[in-house]
């Protein structure tokens, strides 16, 4: 697999989001990453052509997650 690359997308005053990116991870599933304006939670969506999930995260919690997700990483490519 490839990196994959987010397209972030400007956010209006009136839209859902604080600051919203996309990227397709592969040939059938498209990811999104959103800060919320209202309700105050980072909102990750994975979707493919039948079915989306969606998770909220508090900040610390989104936080948490980037470092576990960072962690993993290097330990694929023998960092950790």
Do not use: W
């Not at 005053?13 to 990811?31: E, G």
Request: glycine fraction near 6%; include cysteine; hydrophobic fraction near 40%.
């Amino acid at each position: 697999m490839s990196g994959i690359a987010f397209k972030s997308t400007p956010c209006g005053r009136n839209s859902f989001y604080r600051r919203h990116a996309s990227a397709v991870v592969d040939a059938d599933h498209h990811m999104t990453i959103g800060a919320t304006r209202h309700g105050d939670s980072v909102q990750v969506c994975l979707s493919d052509n039948m079915m989306q999930s969606y998770m909220n995260f508090t900040a610390e919690q989104a936080r948490a997650v980037a470092a576990e997700l960072m962690a993993c990483a290097d330990a694929l490519q023998g960092r950790a």
